[in-house]
């Protein structure tokens, strides 16, 4: 794995007149072939350039997705599921054409069962909205991703983010889901109860399938109870290692810490230029607790200990609304506030998730290879999984860049894999992660794979040319 | 739904000479024709008769399961793996023939990674075989379906138990599996990391795949810091339903309870005979609680005040493992005690789960139910989860018997379903409840799960005639 893959529309072709004419009957003007709508829905945040849908249909109900999909496999039609346009792999970008399943009209809170933890929303509804919706109720809904996504595209890549350490990932809370299948038809996968053991795990199946088996057009999820007590708190080291080994230790003792984010010195002064912040430009962790006053307090007091064995000392706190929302701002900006590092710069992320007592080590190769790199490369990471970024900045005119992405990018891979790692912690494989893919699973269980989308979508209209290559 | 299927090898046939011959080359003594060691292979916990293997062949290796899979591939012969033999429903029974790969010899604890809280084992490691040999890691793990069963079959199954209500099931505790497919090649699913978005989730198709789609040969697992402090305590109520209700508002409150069951009456006094113990004879609920020393006394105040404010007043407590080992074995013990009840009996044990807001009106009706029936029918139940069993005791010699106990069963079934709620939280579909499978997925999502069944075993060798009928 040298260069970035260079993509086009590989087979972009001209609809079918016929379908198209069926669409507009069905979606009048909510099936759009202009040129600017076709390209906001070629463009995702990945390092790819726009590689744009032949048409765009917008749905705002199962039902209406259902009838499109039928459409699609009539005529033959590719179709690519599109929520927020925020994965980073290229998810969503067309290279063998097809239309743009827009579901962002598709936003409506269905059900909030209180009393059973559970919410049931249409696939478009956005991760802050979800949790706005149901602030009254005194629940949230843990998963965080840093971008606002829609629930349906985090479960499309099986999301995770910040507070994954505590509360996992869409993978364990997702309980149930409408479907709709490559040949049209609605199903409805797992039920409102907690746990089951009936049948294959349909759930499963779709979470993290990247819009390649089927269109999630409905989510069951758990939510929690707003915690009793919460404080957050920011503590420099004054090495990397420092901070990372802070984090193992917290995690082997078994704290039940809600957050733990690792950000290194560069990106803090990234932060503090694009929040307007004054944190001490080291390397850095975010904590966040929840739980009883007590519970907190004990938690609070046994990670300041951790810390302080490893040089940190002066825990900043934000224990009021406010000052934890700008301090997990300025956390969830590190990507933006990166950017500015180097103006008209495209990122390329890497993903990779360890086992956690291999972190330190691959964390610490990195910044090896980091610092010998002419780019700049800030490290964010959700340590306490065992996952961490680097973002690594190029300028999209200068091809030698990306090729120097790529290197930074496979070796970093290439070690995770080494210790028993994965390529990808939460963003998924999309376009640009197949060949690690291949690498990690290698090629009997990627067959397994393929089993599974011949069987499942045997025309190859869900999202194709995403995950594997078919063969 | 009304009588229990009766069932007899449909189609078994003499094994074809060249296979044993192959058989025997391969595995010596460990490939028996003998008819004990076939009828103990045919019999599981279900109420089902004996319906044996046509030979059982005993592997010690990945590799010499996989000879095995390739040798049932080339001569077309069913394949049944076998842990421990403690499902439920039928899972191990053969009534198509083929053989039983019992994977009880391969019981070697591979890997402890104590400061990655994983584990690698073989699938034929048992339950308390494993707790006992990472004990002195100072490790655990907590999922506990009550029986000792094997962590192979667990993992086929989706198991649970006492302890999900805080630690989950088998589908969020595995990270990785090596298996067999059915053509014999050995794949790995997953990685030590603790989570991961690269490509299809093949851990989670096996996980509950009730040896349909592969055979299930090592397992990576996550453990746990065995808790600072555990206390348990037992705790009468003057109703079901108070003791129901005293559930629900503590998991509605996210107190991190890490068991509570429930007990009625019936089994209590099965309990008492059978232990020897004197506990109060009415409903009761049984509670564990795991964490710092602060945080089990806050966990149990609140729990008290709750149960109070119902009825239930008088806790008994255990805080000396033990005393803890004698309460958890006392409720461990119920399935067994209850048979007591009446001698020579079968039990049809139902298996339900629902929303938890809806539990208490299920369990209520269903004791409406059993009092109207001639039969005896403790009730248990991990309630934390909406999970409770009807222990339906029945004369294998009265067929009116097994017909009520059906037509109990079928009751349940349906009013769960009714609440959004699933036919099994943990037992499998097996042979039993292969009809309720139908009427909670529907047609459509069926037809999902038998694509890809015939997509990853085309020969249908993999347990066949389980879970769902291919058509």
Known sequence: MTAMPKLTNLDARVLPVAFCEAMSALLATRFSLSLPVREHHGKDESPFGIIAPDAVAFVNSTEEAAAVMRLCAEHRVPLIPFGAGTSIEGHILAPHGGISLDLSGMNALIAIHAEDLTVTVQAGVLRKQLN???????????????????????????????NAVRYQTMRENVLALTVITPEGKIIHTGTRAKKSSAGYDLTRIYIGSEGTLGIITEITLRVYPQPEAISAAVCAFPTLSDAVQTVIETIQMGVPIARVEFVDALS?????????????????????????????????????????????????????????????????????????????????????????????????????????????????????????????????????????????????????????????????????????????????????MRAIKRALDPLNLMNPGKIFELK
């Open 132 to 162: 706005e919706e149901i602030k009254h109720s005194g629940l949230f809904f843990p998963i965080d991703p840093g971008a606002d996504a829609s629930i349906g595209g985090m479960c499309a890549t099986r999301a995770s983010g910040t």
């Open 268 to 448: 803090i002064k990234a932060i503090n230029r694009h929040d307007k912040l004054e944190l001490v430009e080291l390397p850095t962790l975010f904590f966040e607790f929840h739980g009883s006053d007590n519970g907190v307090k004990e938690q609070a007091e046994t990670v300041q200990q951790l810390a302080a064995e490893h040089g940190g000392h002066q825990f900043e706190w934000a224990t009021q609304p406010e000052d934890r929302k700008k301090l997990w701002n300025a956390r969830h900006n590190a990507y933006f506030a990166a950017l500015q590092l180097k103006p008209g710069c495209v990122a390329v992320v890497t993903d990779v998730c360890v086992p956690i007592s291999r972190l330190a080590e691959c964390v610490m190769a990195t910044d090896v290879d980091l610092q010998a790199s002419s780019l700049p490369c800030p490290i964010v990471g959700h340590v306490g999984d065992g996952n961490f970024h680097v973002i690594i900045l190029v300028d999209p005119n200068k091809p030698e860049e990306r090729i120097e992405a790529e290197r930074i990018n496979a070796n970093i891979v290439e070690r995770a894999l080494a210790v028993g790692g994965t390529c990808t912690g939460e963003h998924g494989i999309g376009l640009h992660k197949m060949g690690f893919l291949q690498t990690e699973h290698g090629d009997d269980a990627l067959d397994v």
